[in-house]
């Protein structure tokens, strides 16, 4: 196909397009609030990603005798409560825009956060990790594995994200 018949190939379309534009019909993406969730969890799940990254990070460096089991939980319990808090809003926020599939992906999650911080251990501040109980061979792989399957979760729920914001922009 040689350039000028390239080139009237694709006329039929440009001018489809500026009949439209020239009618008044807009031909543009739809910024929905679908489409808002799915940038913000996005954003928020990139953000979930690096406490995941951190907490693998801090029981291999438990396991490994790197640091003390004072300071690791001093570290890792003031994050357990925004980690948690930051996955409900932005499930939430999939609610009010009625994002069943995905609300149904993050729900099993959240229902193992609330048993997981309802079975914590009993301590004079918000966390999960108990310094006395965190060297436990079985609690320390237990925890790993945790962080390695959060870290899946998120991974994919980013790309998951990612996919429905340009399916939602593109569809609209």
């Known amino acids: 196909m040689s350039t000028p018949e390239r080139a009237g190939y694709f006329l039929p379309y440009i001018n489809f397009r500026l009949k439209n534009c020239r009618r008044g019909k807009k031909i543009a993406m739809a910024f929905t609030?679908?489409?808002?969730?799915?940038?913000?969890?996005?954003?928020?799940?990139?953000v979930?990603?690096?406490?995941?990254?951190?907490?693998?990070?801090?029981?291999?460096?438990?396991?490994?005798?790197?640091?003390?089991?004072?300071?690791?939980?001093?570290?890792?319990?003031?994050?357990?409560?925004?980690?948690?808090?930051?996955?409900?809003?932005?499930?939430?926020?999939?609610?009010?825009?009625?994002?069943w599939g995905t609300l149904i992906m993050n729900?099993?999650?959240?229902?193992?956060?609330?048993?997981?911080?309802?079975n914590r251990p009993v301590m004079s501040c918000p966390g999960l990790y108990d310094p006395t109980s965190i060297m436990n061979a079985d609690e320390l792989s237990r925890a790993q594995r945790e962080g390695w399957i959060k870290l899946a979760f998120y991974l994919?729920?980013?790309?998951?994200?990612?996919?429905?914001?340009?399916?939602?922009?593109?569809?609209?």
């Not at 029981?59 to 004072?70: A, G, R, S």
């Not at 994919?156 to 593109?170: D, N």
């Open 33 to 46: 609030f679908a489409a808002f969730c799915y940038i913000f969890a996005l954003i928020l799940s990139a």
């Open 107 to 118: 729900i099993p999650l959240i229902a193992y956060h609330v048993r997981r911080y309802m």
């Open 156 to 172: 994919i729920s980013f790309f998951y994200y990612l996919y429905s914001m340009i399916y939602v922009l593109v569809s609209n």
């Open 48 to 99: 979930l990603i690096f406490f995941a990254i951190f907490h693998i990070i801090a029981f291999d460096e438990l396991k490994t005798d790197y640091k003390n089991p004072v300071d690791q939980c001093r570290s890792l319990n003031p994050l357990v409560l925004p980690e948690y808090l930051i996955h409900v809003l932005y499930t939430i926020l999939f609610v009010f825009a009625q994002q």
